[in-house]
């Protein structure tokens, strides 16, 4: 074997909210690299040569049948990206109840939810790589998303703790923390506040899904076995100091 081979390859990694965006790109770069990839979204939409599961990241028994696809399909999870997420923003004195739990549900508790499901069969295994997609506004906060930022600062707090837990067991838990990265949920702001964000971005640029996925990658290969609870900033410098 050469020592640029992927010892990864083939192993089993499922990206929630691979249907498009950060983790349609993630996806798309680990399949190119040899693994066996799964998409759970609640979208059909999945990249050509993954594995498209219809899941809902909000219903406890849709996350078991989703993992007991890919378990039938390819075997034991080995690499989990807890990836999907929504937004519902507005400034906290307009936020309704339900704008708080719908982003709750889907960025935080759903990411408990799959984690909880994979780190089951991880441990059996005596390895596991997971991931989570937070945000550079966790750690900086960002008027209008007191819901989302709340989530992404969670996910750090969760992956720590998972990390510890199950760190013994081969089990590594990190973050990657994307600042503005030009996809969908993007795509609805303005000319003029995407282009004052490019001036505060030190690399003087949006990030592209690209740049996420590469992060990904190396946060899953069996040679990152020694990095865990680690946040790990995609965002051109934009949160530096935090
Ligand atoms: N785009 C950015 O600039 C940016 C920056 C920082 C962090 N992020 C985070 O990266 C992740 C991906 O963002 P994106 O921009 O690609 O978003 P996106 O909206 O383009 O894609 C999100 C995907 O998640 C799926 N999804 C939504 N709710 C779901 C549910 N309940 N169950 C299963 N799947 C569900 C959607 O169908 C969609 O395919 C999110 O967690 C987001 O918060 C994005």
Redesign the pocket.
């Known amino acids: 074997m050469s020592e640029t081979a992927n010892t990864s390859s083939g192993r089993v990694a499922v990206i929630?909210?691979a249907?498009?965006?950060?983790?349609a790109a993630i996806a798309e770069t680990l399949r190119d690299a040899g693994y066996r990839v799964a998409s759970?979204?609640?979208?059909d939409?999945a990249p050509e040569g993954v594995l498209g599961v219809a899941?809902?990241?909000?219903n406890t028994e849709s996350v078991d049948e989703a993992f007991k696809k890919v378990e039938a399909e390819y075997g034991p999870v080995e690499i989990l990206v807890a990836?999907?997420?929504?937004t519902r923003d507005t400034l906290l004195m307009r936020m309704s109840d339900e704008d708080w739990e719908k982003v709750l549900d889907?960025?935080l508790t759903?990411a408990y939810r799959v984690v909880r499901r994979a780190v089951r069969g991880m441990v059996k295994q005596r390895f596991g790589r997971i991931v989570a997609?937070?945000?550079?506004v966790a750690l900086l906060g960002s008027a209008g998303q007191v819901n989302y930022a709340s989530t992404?600062a969670g996910l750090i707090g969760m992956a720590r703790s998972v990390a510890r837990e199950v760190g013994g067991r081969g089990i590594t838990f990190n973050v990657v923390a994307?600042?503005?990265?030009q996809?969908?949920?993007?795509d609805v702001l303005d000319e003029a506040t995407q282009k004052s964000y490019a001036e505060r971005i030190p690399v003087g640029r949006m990030g592209t899904?690209a740049d996420v996925a590469h992060a990904v990658k190396f946060l899953v290969e069996d040679e990152t076995g020694y990095i865990t609870g680690a946040v790990i900033p995609v965002d051109g410098g934009l949160g530096m100091g935090h």
């Open positions: 929630t909210g249907g498009r965006g950060i983790g759970f979204d609640i979208s939409a899941c809902n990241v909000t990836n999907a997420g929504i889907v960025n759903g997609t937070s945000s550079v992404k994307p600042g503005f990265i996809t969908a949920m993007t899904i």
